[in-house]
């Protein structure tokens, strides 16, 4: 409890994640892009940053939550980035999802100024950050990793330490084929229910609980047959991560059928302007190709 | 408990399902087509029949479970079938998984004489038809759902009425829609994490309680893990419903790109002799596809 904390990216992931800091007792301090966004966790205790790399002066753990590869590469290695505050000994802790690959790149790149990195990417939406339930794998050096428990702990309940760098970002994309190869599963169940003439309750009860369930069936299919398109994860989102597996896939020599699938029906909707919607309306795409919609 | 029971087609699930009659306490005429199945049922107290229609001459009630639905044609209609024997006001009750479409054509012709029909598929595996826990999605008549209760009751835990004749069998291939997209989902997630160099037990806890899981993962994973390909459920029966699937959605007009697939990939395993392995063996196709073996 002795280490400054750092937080840098306060979206809709971040901003749960660096109060549940505070809460547990951690000096904080935070920096985002868009300066409105720490005020209110200023107001929760927090000290507000005025770059990544003022933040990393003043922390010995720095946890950053952005969107996207580049984005992880401006904050760490950028003009006024991480990299060019922190001292040596430093512990760099990533929770974005990005390239498993780029993640070892920009670890070996820190490590070069005696700077630690764990990548930590997060699971359980923004529910899950807000009540600090979410799962985090993680990839690196067990040093750093029983280091950083603590700031783990108070962000999340299933922490798993799964390898060396690069190591949780390849299993949250893992995480990611399974989640929209069920996703799709789903939809083509729903839509088959639908044209068969099915009461789609009925069938939900009927096939939810046994060899066909799903954490995602369980949980979108009700909201699809609500037609309710709120977002647990946006199609934005889950398109990004998509095409980080299909990416590291095809550098891997690894046949993602379903997966591909997946990323081009995302693409249609992102085309329609979806992309807000969560990650259940991918049956919109197998709508608009049917002609007819599911429940509603 | 006053009606007689027939049970026709004594493979590895009726064989479980007939024996859980008996036990029930019902009276149970058997008659399957390799007559030495027969024996162990006799020996627990069936009486034997010598036809289908000789079954159905002695029973209020007839169950069959047979293959596909040519089986079901032969032992409902064909010379000798249950309409032969069958008395105005009995009940067929047909637990295989079949077309409905076929399903809805048997039970006009059988209602023609008066004959009532249930669609009833089963899902659980020989597990469940032993231990009498199978799930039972059923179409028909209400009143005859309620007069068939007690024999469902003997043989499965979870049993839905989903609708009329054809509606069971349309819930069961939804089921198999879902069994073989999840499938399809666990197969590309490991081959993933086999190319990433992870440790799949590793990755097996991380991801498999969260919104990544499914009942198939859960269960099938840790087998493919060990490389143990013994069948809860074989390719060859896998893909006679898989096959019932994309002719249902192909008169339905409704896409299946997963399913599709899937039906491609253990085509695949069919040719290479590996029918009679689980369901889950699917990842060989990939293996095959992609040169490297998953865990070991």
């Given at each position: 409890?002795?280490?400054?904390?750092?937080?840098?990216?306060?979206?809709?992931?971040?901003?749960?994640?660096?109060?549940?800091?505070?809460?547990?007792?951690?000096?904080?301090?935070?920096?985002?892009?868009?300066?409105?966004?720490?005020?209110?966790?200023?107001?929760?205790?927090?000290?507000?940053?005025?770059?990544?790399?003022?933040?990393?002066?003043?922390?010995?753990?720095?946890?950053?939550?952005?969107?996207?590869?580049?984005?992880?590469?401006?904050?760490?290695?950028?003009?006024?980035?991480?990299?060019?505050?922190?001292?040596?000994?430093?512990?760099?802790?990533?929770?974005?999802?990005?390239?498993?690959?780029?993640?070892?790149?920009?670890?070996?790149?820190?490590?070069?100024?005696?700077?630690?990195?764990?990548?930590?990417?997060?699971?359980?939406?923004?529910?899950?950050?807000?009540?600090?339930?979410?799962?985090?794998?993680?990839?690196?050096?067990?040093?750093?990793?029983?280091?950083?428990?603590?700031?783990?702990?108070?962000?999340?309940?299933?922490?798993?330490?799964?390898?060396?760098?690069?190591?949780?970002?390849?299993?949250?994309?893992?995480?990611?084929?399974?989640?929209?190869?069920?996703?799709?599963?789903?939809?083509?169940?729903?839509?088959?229910?639908?044209?068969?003439?099915?009461?789609?309750?009925?069938?939900?009860?009927?096939?939810?609980?046994?060899?066909?369930?799903?954490?995602?069936?369980?949980?979108?299919?009700?909201?699809?047959?609500?037609?309710?398109w709120?977002?647990?994860?946006?199609?934005?989102?889950?398109?990004?991560?998509?095409?980080?597996?299909?990416?590291?896939?095809?550098?891997?020599?690894?046949?993602?059928?379903?997966?591909?699938?997946?990323?081009?029906?995302?693409?249609?909707?992102?085309?329609?302007?979806?992309?807000?919607e969560g990650?259940h309306a991918?049956?919109k795409?197998?709508?608009?190709?049917?002609?007819?919609?599911?429940?509603?």
């Amino acid at each position: 409890m002795n280490e400054r904390v750092g937080f840098i990216g306060l979206g809709i992931m971040g901003r749960g994640m660096a109060a549940n800091l505070i809460k547990a007792g951690f000096s904080v301090r935070v920096w985002n892009r868009t300066g409105s966004r720490m005020e209110p966790l200023i107001a929760e205790g927090a000290a507000p940053g005025t770059s990544p790399a003022d933040v990393a002066v003043h922390s010995d753990i720095v946890v950053l939550c952005v969107s996207d590869t580049p984005d992880v590469e401006t904050v760490i290695l950028g003009e006024n980035g991480i990299i060019h505050g922190a001292k040596a000994g430093d512990l760099v802790i990533d929770c974005s999802t990005i390239s498993p690959q780029e993640t070892k790149r920009i670890a070996a790149e820190l490590m070069e100024k005696d700077i630690h990195m764990l990548d930590a990417p997060i699971s359980g939406g923004s529910v899950g950050a807000t009540n600090g339930t979410l799962s985090i794998m993680v990839g690196g050096e067990d040093e750093q990793f029983e280091r950083a428990l603590p700031v783990f702990e108070a962000m999340g309940k299933a922490i798993t330490h799964v390898g060396p760098n690069g190591a949780g970002q390849t299993t949250k994309l893992v995480n990611q084929v399974l989640v929209v190869g069920n996703a799709l599963a789903m939809c083509e169940a729903l839509m088959f229910a639908q044209a068969g003439g099915l009461d789609l309750q009925k069938v939900y009860d009927a096939v939810s609980q046994g060899a066909a369930g799903s954490w995602f069936f369980t949980n979108r299919a009700p909201q699809i047959m609500e037609r309710d398109w709120s977002p647990g994860f946006t199609i934005a989102l889950q398109q990004k991560d998509v095409r980080l597996c299909l990416q590291a896939a095809d550098d891997m020599g690894v046949p993602l059928f379903g997966t591909n699938i997946v990323f081009n029906l995302y693409r249609t909707l992102e085309a329609m302007g979806l992309q807000d919607e969560g990650n259940h309306a991918l049956i919109k795409a197998l709508e608009h190709l049917a002609g007819f919609e599911v429940g509603g």
